[in-house]
């Protein structure tokens, strides 16, 4: 009876998960770029009560007796099918049509890496086989004013040295005359007026292999890779002409960059490879056209949910034990990236009629686990009334 009894209570407790999983897809119907999730159970551990025996020549074999004790949420996975495309006729509405994320920076600033809370980040803004240019980010409402930057840098288990003196005006930092292939790891210490390090402000650092073919965003000493990735692709140009989310985060090029328009284009369109086609105020096109960069992971399952329809890289995504690419061209057969539909957003993938079904079944389920406990209460009380 007491088995039962907690039996019960974990199928309550499994039900009210779900229904829990349930109202969130339900509260997303109109989310752009939601993804739905859904739970799945098991049953946990099943108590032995009689072993099973072999069969012989004078009797056959018995099987197991077992009493199950549970139930067990087994996952919450999250279903990356395609939502349906809403027609909105903005060219900066973009939509993904098949596998893949759109890219954005991880803070407003446009910081790859870092926490600018309380340290001084550091990322990789450009890159090619002998030179890497650093966008530095300060941390937010310094105590100290920061008047300069030292960029220190170390290659293998060396030391780091002094490479660079900078004024806060005169960054991002390039740093030249690297050797093609060498990993190296840069950090940048806050200095004040009088060229004291402010105390406090700790600067990540960022490990960078010089191969721009494998390597175009560096790896920081924390986990975090220092970008999002999201579905939601209602974006806008800022008044600096970059292509921002609606939350101010710039979203990346192919080359892990931010996308900026040339100033001197008076229109532009958007293909479905990505490429935003300019033109100037004489008809011509512009060339070197940026190029809209989408993320592909083996297990995309595996990427975290931050809110705002955005996800963060973990280890359970894809592999790490190198750095690595994550962002491709869109519409590439070989990397299986999808096509960009200007001019449409996706929409969430919740089928309200599915949900509320599940909904019903989730609900009926919980029901049928509060009668188990009343059921075993009402035969222990038969039990305790034995003796009166």
Known sequence: MIRAMYSGISGMRGFQTKLDVISNNVANVNTTGYKLARTTFRDILSQTVAAGTVPNQDQGGINARQIGLGVGVASID?????????????????????????????????????????????????????????????????????????????????????????????EPYQATGLTAGETYTFSVEALDADGNVISGYPSETLEVVMDPNINQIGKSSSDS????????????????????????????????????????????????????????????????????????????QGLEKVGSTRFRYTRVADADDQPKPYIFKPDTFEKGTGKIRSGFLEMSNVDLGVEFSEMIVSQRGFQANTRIITTSDELLQEVVNLKR
Do not use: W
Request: no cysteine; proline share 5%.
């Open 225 to 300: 890779i220092g970008l999002l990735f999201t579905r939601a692709g209602n974006f806008y140009f800022d008044k600096n002409r970059n292509l921002v989310t609606a939350d101010g985060l710039f979203v990346m090029d192919t080359e892990g960059k931010k996308i900026t328009i040339d100033p001197t284009a008076v229109a532009y369109n958007i293909d479905e490879r990505g490429f935003i086609v300019q033109v100037n105020n004489k008809g011509e096109q512009i060339e070197n056209s940026p190029q809209i960069g989408i993320a592909k992971f083996a297990n995309p």
């Open 78 to 170: 999250t279903i990356f099918s395609q939502g349906s495309a809403q027609s909105t006729g903005v060219k900066t509405d973009l939509m993904i049509e098949g596998d893949g994320f759109f890219v954005v920076s991880e803070t407003a600033s446009g910081s790859a890496l870092g926490n600018t809370a309380n340290k001084t980040s550091v990322s990789v803004a450009a890159m090619d086989e002998t030179s890497v240019t650093l966008d530095i980010s300060a941390p937010t409402n310094p105590t100290t004013p920061i008047a300069q930057y030292r960029i220190l840098r170390a290659q293998g288990d060396n030391p780091p040295q002094q490479i660079g003196l900078i004024n806060v005006e005169d």
